[in-house]
C-alpha cells in the first residue's frame, strides 16, 4: 500500500489550500482514509476521516465547518479541502489508511510522507 500526499504550500490567513492523496497498491474499499497534522513541537493531531466505501466523515473540532474531506473513488484519491485557514492550522499534514473508524494515529497501518502547510497572518 503506498499513499502519496501532495498539495501543501504557504497560504494567507483566511485562504484555502487542497491537499491530495492518491493510494495504490490494493482496494481500498474497507478501509477509513484519515488526515493527521503536525505542528512544530506538537504531537501529531487526528483531523479528519472518510469511510472509503460509504463516504461517512469525521472531524475534529477544531477544523469543523472549515475542512471537507472527499473522496475520487475512480482515481483512488482522497482530498482535504481546507478554507478559513488560520495560523493554528500550520503543520505536516499526513494522510493514512486503517481499518478502524478512530481518530488514533497507531489504527491507520499505512501512512503518506507529509506535506507542509504553512499559514501566515
Known amino acids: 500500500v503506498q499513499l502519496q500526499a501532495s498539495g501543501g504550500g504557504l497560504v494567507q490567513a483566511g485562504g484555502s489550500l487542497r491537499l491530495s492523496c492518491a493510494a495504490s497498491?490494493?482496494?481500498?474499499?474497507?478501509?477509513?482514509m484519515g488526515w493527521f497534522r503536525q505542528a512544530p513541537g506538537k504531537e501529531r493531531e487526528f483531523v479528519a476521516r472518510i469511510s472509503w466505501g460509504a463516504g461517512i466523515t469525521h472531524y475534529a473540532d477544531s477544523v469543523k465547518g472549515r475542512f471537507t474531506i472527499f473522496r475520487d473513488n475512480a482515481k483512488n484519491t482522497v482530498y482535504l479541502q481546507m478554507n478559513s485557514l488560520k495560523p493554528e492550522d500550520t503543520a505536516v499534514y499526513y494522510c493514512?489508511?486503517?481499518?478502524?473508524?478512530?481518530?488514533?494515529?497507531?489504527?491507520?497501518?499505512?501512512w503518506g510522507q507529509g506535506t507542509q502547510v504553512t499559514v501566515s497572518s
Open positions: 493514512a489508511a486503517g481499518q478502524k473508524a478512530t481518530p488514533y494515529d497507531e489504527d491507520y497501518a499505512y
Open positions: 497498491g490494493r482496494t481500498f474499499s474497507w478501509y477509513y
